[in-house]
């Protein structure tokens, strides 16, 4: 029985193969370069809201062609590639075998080509959809068919790591599986759960429908299948940095890991939860039984557990840091992190994501809360909470640990150190004001998605709100905030990408916390993964059963619209 | 109570059987563990849990739930409290939004039958006692009727149809949020009680003109 995994720690340096490092190093910096568009983007619709500019496009951009680019570049492109990439990482430093070359090829392969062809009508507004392209708004077919290419992409790469993953097995019968990977590895199986959903709302509804082969499709179910994937997806970005959480931030802040065993538990907890409670995103549409809506607000309450666990092992195990630094008393150890060590940026882009994601989780709660979100559905505050999560833990881990990847695979060293430890606090900053204007703002009534600057932020327009301009103001300041960390980001990345390689190129190697309390996991179920999925499927055939049935008898289908035209491209015999 | 980690070692282990015996000796461990803990750093939230953990409820629960829970090596105790104070929370949570949806009908819109059908053409009907049944349809980009007049304090029904893509509707200052969805018809009812013009926005993206689609409710 191991009950320490002091192997895990003493795992040596794993040398990639010159393909996987390329494919990595791509994987890696593509996004990174796309993102220029998506901060843009995002900085931009801060002005539009704010009512500074006034004007349906600027410099030829639509505001919902940007509001479209910010969403799929940020919240798609980025942590999907994100999450291949450090899945690809963790997989071949601890499990200490190499990826399979094809399979690593074809799934970068798909990943940029499905990316540049939704990219393409994006670009050139025939896809002005924004990122959950709701239909019967109709995008066109290259930007379905990209997107499903991005996401066989990513499922390409997962079945790539199961061959690994199962001869470590073999080589390691009595060792439970390393928590790095455990992690990574339910993060890919709910991904792979809930994109088969997805798929099938793409491949068998939005494609045939928007290439005109049928003339009408079912809105309710294409919706339903939607959030069937559309929340788990939030837990596809979220898990990545939670493996970071567990797994490196113990070490990095100079202590270990409180509990192994709860980490491991907070995983699976997510496996059974994540996927069942998309209902929650549709509490205020027509067609579903209460009674279903509740069970998924029951659903959405459970998944909050097991952040919960997380925030308390995370704290405990950076108290245990501080203390053994030599923090005294109640609070001395929080003096004695490495906040701002510029050797450590790791620390301060995990503590920052850390410390917004208490807002953030907490105004997760109040949106999945049945009838107090009939006071915030679709308004500014679902945009509020969603910038400190998924823009706040997640992208922060996306910026710190690409930075650590790049490091690792180029052999490069971090340049402008002492700016890139600032680069988290000022995010974290900008946010808070930016989310706490968008949440107030929506208090007040503000919807999301909308261009107010040509109508409610307009003082000659009929519909001025003089009540929605002081948060609209603040949202503009919080975005330049958020804007300005982002361009020293782009600073850091770029000096260290154009710098002197300083190390050998291509050597994988993970700071790795050892737990803190001698736990055995191995022989109990907390160590297996069948039963857990088996109460996950029967999780999602119980919650799922009766809605998709109420989604199915939706009397009569949609035809597909042009988003600035009110005629549709069908016409229709009722 | 929490988990049976180990389904085959919780059969023979009791609060009271014997078994404990083969958890004494780790156990003790822990202890020593913990005290070791105690001095090398005055580790507040470990000796905070554990006196939540010997005072009160937390140690009712902990005292069933122990032996149960004690497989090989138990999970962390404060971990367990944690996972017990979660579930507890969010389970208050929970029955208190559905006291407030039984009790105080603050609920989310229902579910219609089938036979309600959607509808193309905006209508206002009033009621014998005076007040307002309002069928709104929401088209790109304007919601018929555009203006409502409603009487205070009184319930005013609400059903919304699409003509065309997906919308919203927003009374702002109020509870009343729907989604208008293509093939379904939702419904709502609004109370306004402090006379006023409130306007009703389209919060869900409905192509290139979403911002101008604002109706209004005149409350007297």
């Known amino acids: 029985m191991s009950t320490l995994k002091a192997s895990e720690a003493a795992l040596p340096p794993f040398a990639v193969s010159r393909l996987s490092r390329i494919l990595m190093t791509i994987e890696v910096v593509l996004p990174l370069v796309l993102l220029i568009v998506g901060i843009y983007h995002g900085f931009m619709q801060a002005l539009y809201r704010a009512g500074i500019i006034q004007s349906a496009d600027f410099l030829g951009l639509g505001y919902y062609q940007g509001l479209t680019l910010h969403g799929v570049v940020n919240a798609v492109v980025l942590t999907t590639f994100f999450g291949v990439a450090f899945g690809n990482a963790i997989m071949q430093y601890y499990l200490q075998r190499p990826l399979i070359s094809w399979v690593h090829g074809l799934s970068t392969g798909l990943m940029v080509v499905g990316t540049l062809i939704a990219a393409l009508p994006m670009l050139l507004g025939a896809a002005d959809v924004l990122y959950t392209f709701y239909p019967p708004l109709k995008a066109h077919p290259a930007f379905y068919i990209g997107a499903a290419m991005l996401v066989v992409g990513s499922w390409v790469a997962f079945f790539g790591w199961l061959p690994l993953i199962i001869a470590w097995r073999k080589a390691n019968p009595d060792q439970p599986l390393p928590l790095a990977v455990l992690g990574m590895l339910v993060t890919f199986i709910i991904w792979f759960i809930c994109t088969i959903p997805l798929a099938i709302e793409v491949l068998f509804m939005l494609i045939p429908w928007s290439l005109g082969w049928v003339e009408t499709i079912n809105i309710p179910l294409a919706r339903t299948l939607f959030w069937f994937f559309g929340h788990p997806l939030v837990y596809f970005w979220l898990l990545p940095a939670y493996v970071v959480y567990y797994v490196m931030l113990p070490k990095v802040a100079g202590g270990k890991l409180y509990s192994d065993k709860a980490a491991r538990l907070a995983f699976l907890l997510f496996l059974i939860f994540s996927i069942p409670v998309g209902l929650h995103h549709q509490y205020t549409e027509p067609g579903f039984d209460r009674f279903w809506k509740a069970v998924h607000a029951l659903l959405t309450f459970a998944v909050a557990i097991p952040s919960f666990m997380t925030a308390f092992t995370v704290a405990a195990s950076l108290e245990y840091a501080g203390v053994r630094q030599g923090g005294k008393g109640l609070f001395g150890w929080i003096g004695r992190l490495p906040w701002f060590d510029a050797d450590r940026p790791l620390f301060a882009y995990s503590i920052a994501g850390l410390l917004i994601f208490i807002y953030g989780g907490l105004t997760g709660i109040v949106n999945a809360s049945y009838n107090i979100n009939q006071t915030i559905h679709n308004t500014g505050f679902i945009s509020g909470h969603f910038h400190m999560t998924v823009g706040g833990p997640v992208f922060l881990m996306i910026l710190g640990m690409s930075l650590e990847l790049i490091r690792q695979l180029t052999g490069k060293p971090i340049r402008l150190k002492g700016w890139n430890v600032a680069v988290p606090y000022l995010w974290i900053l900008g946010l808070v004001v930016f989310s706490t204007a968008m949440m107030y703002g929506g208090l007040l009534g503000q919807p999301r998605r909308t261009n107010m600057g040509l109508s409610y932020l307009d003082p000659s327009s009929p519909h001025f709100r003089a009540d929605w301009v002081p948060t609209a103001y603040l949202t503009g300041i919080g975005g330049t905030i958020l804007t300005v960390a982002f361009v020293i980001y782009l600073a850091v990345l770029l000096s260290t990408l154009l710098g002197k390689a300083e190390a050998p190129a291509g050597q994988l190697s993970f700071p790795t916390a050892e737990s803190l309390h001698p736990e055995a996991t191995e022989t109990e179920l907390i160590a297996r993964l069948r039963p857990w999925l088996v109460v996950a499927g029967i999780l999602i055939v119980v919650s799922y059963w009766v809605p998709l049935k109420q989604a199915l008898s939706t009397p009569q289908g949609a035809p597909p619209y042009n988003p600035d035209n009110p005629v549709p491209l069908v016409k229709v015999k009722n | ?220």
Request: proline content about 7%; some cysteine.
């Open chain 2, 1 to 220: 109570m929490l988990f049976h980690f180990n389904m085959k070692k919780s059969l023979y282990l009791c609060p009271k059987g014997g078994a404990y015996g083969t958890d004494q000796t780790r156990r003790n461990q822990n202890r020593a563990l913990r005290r070791e803990l105690c001095t090398v750093g005055q580790l507040s939230v470990f000796r905070a849990a554990d006196r939540i953990s010997h005072s009160g409820v937390a140690f009712y629960l902990l005292s069933h739930a122990e032996p149960r829970l004690k497989t090989n090596l138990p999970m962390e105790r404060a971990e367990k409290i944690v996972l017990g104070f979660s579930v507890g929370l969010m389970g208050v949570f929970f029955v208190a939004l559905m006291l407030a949806a039984r009790l105080a009908s603050i609920d989310v819109p229902p579910c219609l039958p089938p036979e309600i059908k959607p509808f193309s053409e905006g209508r206002i009907d009033t009621l014998p006692d005076g007040s307002r049944r309002i069928f709104y349809v929401a088209r790109m980009w304007r919601f018929e009727p555009e203006i409502v007049e409603v009487p205070a304090g009184k319930p005013t029904e609400i059903f919304l149809s699409t003509a065309d893509v997906t919308h919203g509707l927003y009374v702002s200052w109020t509870n009343t949020n729907l989604m208008a969805i293509p093939g379904a018809v939702n419904a709502y009812t609004l109370r306004i009680d402090k006379p006023g013009v409130y306007p009703v926005i389209c919060h869900e993206y409905c192509g290139s003109a979403h911002q101008n689609m604002v109706a209004y409710i005149v409350a007297k």
